[in-house]
């Protein structure tokens, strides 16, 4: 799924210009961006739950030269997806 995709559903269903839509489209995932900065988490509901997560710093291999390279602590974004969701899919 991309942007142009929630645009395109955007103006087919409330008959608007694409420029509107994509700008919607853009507000909408700047909206989630910005609640998975704040708050850790966001939820839509029958789809599913977006969760902020810590990673570790860890050692690996780097696969074309096999030396170790270490890698930084960090964020990453989870998804778990709603009953309703799974039973569809």
């Known amino acids: ?6 645009a395109a ?15 919607a489209a853009d507000d909408l995932v700047g909206a989630i961006v910005a609640e998975l900065e704040q708050e850790g988490g ?14 570790k ?3 690996t291999l780097n ?7 270490k890698v930084n602590a ?3 974004v989870r998804f778990k ?3 309703n969701l799974k039973k569809a899919v």
């Not at 799924?1 to 929630?6: N, R, T």
Request: proline share 8%; hydrophobic share 35%.
């Open 63 to 69: 696969p074309r030269t096999g030396e170790p390279v």
């Open 81 to 83: 997806a709603s009953p």
């Open 74 to 76: 960090g964020k990453t």
């Open 42 to 55: 966001f939820t839509l509901p029958s789809f599913g739950t977006f969760s902020v997560h810590k990673t």
């Open 9 to 23: 559903v955007l103006q087919d269903s409330l008959a608007c210009t694409g420029v509107a839509t994509a700008k």
């Open 1 to 6: 799924m991309s942007k142009a995709f929630i």
């Open 57 to 59: 710093a860890r050692k």
